[in-house]
């Protein structure tokens, strides 16, 4: 499905007030960097983001990505790759590709594709997938055995993942190849090879209710007896991949039911009020990490092409921003530059009872739950398509700040990027980059770009 054009959709006058409010309680207009000036900051950011998955994510002998990275220092030994941030990688290459950054991209996807599909050369890569076609999460990039709690467990969404990355990678060079004349790219047969042989609709557990299977084990893909997931989170994708599937097959089932039920009105999704806001949230009213909302925004347009999505979406970035307005206000001792904001997920600063530096660890930041002030530029960009370029509220004036004043700037390898941080103590930063977490970065710039923007994502989707 491809965009009309790359606009910010209108919002109800309501939302529009409350986003006008919160927005020019921002840095002013007069540090407006000129349109220029952002658009080739954009790109600049993107390229070093692409250039990170390429050179220090990405395993060469298999084609397979890292969890994470060390950032400043190599990874430790037996440091494990993740499906769906090869997944990203795939994605990765094919923006690279159309940026002319990574001449290589296409044989390099092709090396990925190959080895997840047992045709790869390196002879002692094998991944063992469950009968319906899921794989393991987590992987030893040079071997493909599971590792870290993956075995005997066949992760759902983390496929969606791999799967979303296989179909961008697939369908680009598809493109590019049929333009040049070379006829079907072996990348094109390798990944819709990997996402046909996957049984999608295998995820649902109930139309009715909305549940979807997190995970089954072993090879008899047993389920789990009381845990699934339920409307609204990032398991979305499971569904839409399943539609999919049933249209190419020529049959409409039980994913388009659900779809129908749960997803075709965005106006109708569960919502939690939070302040002056509504939120989209689980039924429950537990408003989930920001990222699940920008999955679905990328990775689903049945979904992310909604106008009431996008007016949703722009009420959760307000509210982002208001979150991080008030714990300013309450801390008024404390940095929390006015720039900083996004709730996500990944490595963050923790801090004890007497707000002291106590370690770091993995953690998901969200509204409700925050304990750290854990902000996320990474979800500031994942936010930043919804806006045209240098207008008031544009996400990326914001990253351009923290860029110029060090805010959350990270440096690997010779490699610029913005991380996440503590808007508390924002230059006690972080020591990993989780790969998924910060897929919604590369999303969000590539959806930005002038050259790219959501007209390429939406193209060569899933």
């Given at each position: 499905m491809v965009?009309g054009?790359?606009?910010?959709?209108?919002p109800?006058?309501?939302?529009r007030?409350?986003c006008l409010?919160l927005i020019f309680?921002?840095?002013?207009?007069a540090?407006t960097?000129p349109?220029?000036?952002l658009d080739?900051?954009t790109r600049?950011r993107?390229?070093?983001?692409?250039?990170?998955?390429?050179r220090h994510f990405?395993?060469?002998?298999?084609?397979?990505?890292?969890?994470?990275?060390e950032?400043?220092?190599g990874?430790?030994?037996?440091?494990?790759?993740?499906?769906?941030a090869?997944?990203?990688g795939l994605?990765?290459?094919?923006?690279?590709?159309?940026m002319g950054i990574l001449?290589?991209?296409?044989?390099?996807?092709a090396?990925?594709?190959?080895?997840?599909t047992?045709?790869?050369?390196y002879?002692p890569?094998?991944?063992?997938?469950?009968?319906?076609g899921w794989?393991p999460h987590?992987i030893d990039?040079?071997?493909?055995?599971?590792?870290n709690g993956?075995?005997d467990k066949f992760?759902?969404?983390?496929?969606a993942?791999?799967?979303a990355?296989?179909a961008?990678?697939?369908r680009y060079f598809?493109a590019?190849?049929f333009?040049?004349?070379?006829g079907?790219?072996?990348v094109?047969?390798l990944?819709?090879d990997?996402i046909?042989?996957v049984?999608?609709a295998?995820?649902?557990?109930?139309?009715?209710?909305?549940?979807l299977h997190?995970?089954f084990?072993g090879?008899?893909e047993?389920?789990s007896?009381n845990?699934?997931a339920n409307?609204?989170d990032?398991?979305v994708?499971l569904p839409?991949?399943?539609?999919?599937?049933?249209?190419?097959?020529?049959a409409i089932?039980?994913a388009?039911?659900?779809?129908?039920?749960?997803y075709?009105?965005?106006a109708?999704?569960?919502?939690a009020a939070r302040?002056?806001q509504t939120?989209?949230?689980k039924?429950?009213?537990?408003?989930?990490a920001?990222f699940?909302?920008?999955?679905a925004?990328f990775?689903?347009?049945?979904?992310?092409?909604?106008?009431a999505f996008?007016?949703?979406l722009?009420?959760l970035?307000?509210a982002?921003?208001a979150?991080?307005a008030n714990?300013?206000?309450?801390?008024p001792?404390?940095?929390?530059?006015?720039a900083?904001?996004?709730h996500?997920a990944?490595?963050e600063?923790?801090?004890d009872?007497d707000g002291?530096?106590?370690d770091?660890?993995?953690?998901?930041?969200?509204?409700d739950?925050?304990?750290?002030d854990?902000?996320?530029?990474a979800?500031?960009?994942?936010?930043?398509?919804?806006?045209?370029s240098?207008?008031?509220?544009?996400?990326?004036?914001?990253?351009?700040?923290?860029w110029?004043d060090?805010?959350?700037?990270?440096?690997?390898?010779?490699?610029?990027?913005?991380?996440?941080c503590?808007?508390?103590l924002?230059?006690h930063?972080v020591?990993?980059?989780?790969?998924?977490?910060?897929?919604t970065?590369?999303?969000?710039?590539a959806g930005r770009d002038?050259?790219?923007?959501?007209?390429f994502?939406r193209?060569?989707?899933?």
């Amino acid at each position: 499905m491809v965009l009309g054009l790359l606009a910010l959709t209108e919002p109800a006058p309501m939302l529009r007030l409350i986003c006008l409010l919160l927005i020019f309680s921002f840095p002013a207009a007069a540090q407006t960097p000129p349109r220029a000036t952002l658009d080739a900051f954009t790109r600049d950011r993107l390229a070093d983001a692409i250039l990170l998955m390429d050179r220090h994510f990405r395993v060469p002998e298999t084609g397979q990505y890292f969890d994470f990275i060390e950032i400043g220092r190599g990874n430790p030994p037996g440091a494990p790759s993740s499906i769906a941030a090869t997944g990203l990688g795939l994605m990765s290459l094919a923006i690279g590709d159309a940026m002319g950054i990574l001449p290589d991209a296409e044989a390099k996807a092709a090396t990925t594709l190959r080895h997840l599909t047992g045709r790869g050369s390196y002879a002692p890569f094998t991944v063992t997938r469950s009968p319906s076609g899921w794989y393991p999460h987590f992987i030893d990039p040079m071997t493909g055995a599971p590792v870290n709690g993956s075995e005997d467990k066949f992760s759902t969404i983390d496929t969606a993942l791999l799967a979303a990355g296989a179909a961008t990678a697939a369908r680009y060079f598809s493109a590019k190849s049929f333009a040049e004349g070379r006829g079907p790219s072996e990348v094109y047969v390798l990944g819709r090879d990997l996402i046909d042989s996957v049984q999608w609709a295998r995820s649902i557990k109930s139309v009715e209710r909305g549940l979807l299977h997190l995970v089954f084990y072993g090879h008899e893909e047993r389920e789990s007896e009381n845990v699934f997931a339920n409307p609204f989170d990032e398991y979305v994708m499971l569904p839409c991949l399943a539609m999919r599937a049933e249209r190419m097959g020529g049959a409409i089932g039980p994913a388009h039911a659900l779809f129908q039920r749960h997803y075709s009105d965005a106006a109708a999704f569960p919502m939690a009020a939070r302040g002056d806001q509504t939120l989209v949230a689980k039924p429950s009213g537990y408003v989930p990490a920001h990222f699940t909302h920008q999955f679905a925004y990328f990775h689903c347009p049945e979904i992310g092409d909604q106008p009431a999505f996008h007016d949703e979406l722009l009420e959760l970035a307000a509210a982002d921003r208001a979150f991080f307005a008030n714990r300013r206000a309450a801390l008024p001792d404390a940095p929390f530059p006015e720039a900083l904001w996004g709730h996500g997920a990944g490595t963050e600063v923790r801090f004890d009872a007497d707000g002291r530096v106590e370690d770091q660890g993995y953690g998901v930041a969200r509204i409700d739950e925050n304990p750290h002030d854990t902000a996320s530029p990474a979800i500031m960009a994942g936010f930043a398509p919804l806006w045209r370029s240098g207008a008031p509220g544009d996400p990326m004036l914001d990253l351009y700040r923290l860029w110029q004043d060090g805010t959350c700037r990270y440096d690997h390898a010779g490699l610029g990027f913005l991380w996440r941080c503590s808007a508390r103590l924002p230059d006690h930063g972080v020591t990993r980059v989780e790969a998924v977490d910060f897929s919604t970065y590369i999303l969000g710039l590539a959806g930005r770009d002038p050259a790219l923007g959501m007209d390429f994502l939406r193209l060569f989707g899933p």
